[in-house]
C-alpha cells in the first residue's frame, strides 16, 4: 500500500508565500480525490479543516478561509499534489496534510489515506 509523503512546510512571516508537495512512496490505489487538510496547533485530528480538493478531472474546490490565496493542482505523470500557498497569515499555521479519497465527498470521514503532515509556522 503506497504511503503519501508531505514536504515543504517551514516557518516564514506573515504575506509570504509557500508551497507544499505531497508524493507517494509504493503502490497506489486508483485514486479520485486529493485533499489538503491541516490541523491548527492544540485540535485534535477530527478538528482538521479541509482546505482544497482536486478531482481525476482537474476540478477544485476551497474553503473560504483560503479561497483566493491557496491553489491546489497535480501532476499526474509524477503522482505530486502541490499547494500553492500566497499571502499567508499567522492563522494559517497547523501541521498541513494530504490526504487521498476513493470517493470525492471532502469530509474527514471520506479520507482513506492520510499523509503525516508537514507543519507550516507563520509569524506576524
Known amino acids: 500500500q503506497g504511503q503519501w509523503v508531505e514536504s515543504g512546510g517551514e516557518s516564514v512571516q506573515d504575506g509570504r508565500s509557500l508551497r507544499l508537495s505531497c508524493g507517494v512512496s509504493?503502490?497506489?490505489?486508483?485514486?479520485?480525490?486529493m485533499e489538503w487538510w491541516r490541523q491548527a496547533p492544540g485540535k485534535g485530528p477530527k478538528e482538521r479543516e479541509g482546505?482544497?480538493?482536486?478531482?481525476?478531472?482537474?476540478?477544485?474546490l476551497y474553503a473560504s478561509s483560503v479561497k483566493g490565496r491557496f491553489t491546489v493542482s497535480q501532476d499526474n505523470a509524477k503522482n505530486i499534489l502541490y499547494l500553492q500557498m500566497n499571502d499567508l497569515k499567522p492563522e494559517d499555521s497547523a501541521t498541513y496534510h494530504c490526504?487521498?479519497?476513493?470517493?470525492?465527498?471532502?469530509?474527514?470521514?471520506?479520507?482513506?489515506?492520510w499523509g503525516k503532515g508537514t507543519a507550516v509556522t507563520i509569524s506576524s
Open positions: 490526504a487521498a479519497a476513493l470517493i470525492c465527498t471532502f469530509t474527514y470521514s471520506g479520507v482513506d489515506y
Open positions: 509504493g503502490e497506489a490505489p486508483s485514486i479520485y480525490c
Open positions: 482546505i482544497a480538493t482536486i478531482d481525476s478531472t482537474g476540478n477544485t
